[in-house]
């Protein structure tokens, strides 16, 4: 063994070496023994091994490092229940476009099949990477050492391209420890790093500026492909040319700020009057790297989000299965958005030199923000204890820099700051969209703040969602990560409680014992920051968030902020078709108290 070690490198070495040069600056994940000859790799080399408390913690934080870095995350984990603990924070990221390299390690090639120790043979022998098919782009079992390197090229290819998403790398240990020539890796060093994306041809771009152009009442209607794309700055250019008005899905909340005069707001069920009416009256919806999914387009209902057909639409995403899916389209393109939008650009410069202007429309976002604004400043302003949820989010905006990072997770804070919270800077909100996964945010935060070490990062949550990952802490602390948790605790599984009371008229596995104001179970949150070493501070008046906020951030400590909350719902004027369901006979409102 010694000997062949002389002469090369275990595949483990070869593996850290690859992601050195990727650049790769943290690998986030936990120990088994199928994966510590990669840790003992990386304990050589320049990455930090970020090491959490629970898989589901590490692949959520690598999910938001690579939404803030841009580039695809990597999380190294253990065989059968390492993997499967991972699973929630991969298939979230999976279902927001998020790349990422899971490397797990699995039992070792000879013995497939015999059941040892924790292998998954129930249908195949040696089958844990199997579930993950349903959610990765691609899962590898990597059964030769010398396709190891072929195939991490080909993963972190396919995470980063088209439209995004993690790919499995399933390792059986015994190919991690075993020695090889570096030929097979010294092959691929001069591959291809970047692909060109797809763009639109001049045709079709002049075919789509002459129907925005023509229209009575076009709309823009963007998603998250706009800040995967990194292309608000292109999207800026083109809806403040042509004067369109701009709706945005809860994925594609920021990609142009929300102060912008031309932002009609967030769609859908949480979406408010104006974004919705807006939608509904459009002659043209120019629709850019969406997927006009279920809660953004009111279940898909006419009459409420969209009145498609009717509105005729155009729709530009990198993934061609996105087009047509639930609503028809006159001109769909399968491009980048943003070399797509660079193009629309030009071509909108050279057929309309003098652009647009629609001071009317305007004028009339500007009456409803003030108007919004009016009719919520009794909430925002409430010196109520337990707090109005209007006014945590009004005080929070107000300490935060126009740069700071929020994590939501499920819940008010998802749905209110969707509705509720200006986004001033493009993709500083990081929000699990596609999946809603409960406890995404708190262990989101670590890997946003890793990413930006520079920016606050502050994580809004429920107390349901902070119970689901509160061992985050373990990893916040011992990496002196200065992130805030406002928990905004209602004492109940609050959006769950308040359709359960209104189709069933009580509360019964939806909320927790006591009241927000008297939690009947103990320790609190902020007992629980404290005993793993972070700050905690529980609230006992409204007035002491702003300052409170402003102190976490100054001392750049990990601070939980434990904060009382009235369980009020998130107002909405969308729809949801679950009442078909749960109340098909009623006209019921299933947010009201
Ligand atoms: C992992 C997971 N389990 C269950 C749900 C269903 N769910 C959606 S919102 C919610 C309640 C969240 O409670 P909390 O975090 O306290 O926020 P609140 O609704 O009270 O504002 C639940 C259980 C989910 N989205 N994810
Ligand atoms: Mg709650």
Partial sequence: MDGAKLDGKTVAEHIVDFLERREVKHVFGLCGHTNIAVLA????????FVTVRHEQIASHAADAYARVTGKASVVLSHLSPGLTNCATGVANAALDCIPMVVIAGDIPTHYYGKHPHQEVNLHADAAQWEIYRPFVKRAWRVDRADLMAEILEKAFHLAESGQPGPVLVNVPMDIFSEVIPSDSFDRIRDNTRVLKKPSIDDETAREIVEALATAENPVAYVGGGILLA???QELREFVEHLGLPVAHSLMG???????HPLVLGMTGFWGTELVNQSCLNADYIFAVGTRFKEADCSSWYPGYTFNIPGSKVIHIDIEPQEIGRNYPTEIGVVADAKAALRVLNRVAREMYPDGFNRPALEQKIADFRTDFKARNVDMATSSAFPMMPERILADTRKALPEDAIITTDVGWNKNGVGQQFNILTPGSILTP?????MGFGPPGAIGAKLAAPDRVVISLVGDGGFGQNPSMLATAVELDLGI??????NNAFGTIAGLQKAHYGLTYGTTFPGSAAA???????????RAYGAEGHRLSAADELLPALEAAIASGKPTVLDVPMINNPTPTTGHWNILDIYSPDKEISHVAT
């Fill in 230 to 232: 990194k292309a608000s």
């Fill in 519 to 529: 939690p009947a179970n103990g320790p609190g949150y902020a007992d629980i920051a």
């Fill in 484 to 489: 805030i948790w406002l928990v905004m605790n």
């Fill in 433 to 437: 969209g596609g999946f809603a996964t």
């Fill in 253 to 259: 909340k920021g990609a142009l700020r929300d102060d």
């Fill in 41 to 48: 790799a990386l304990a050589e080399s320049s990455i930090d």
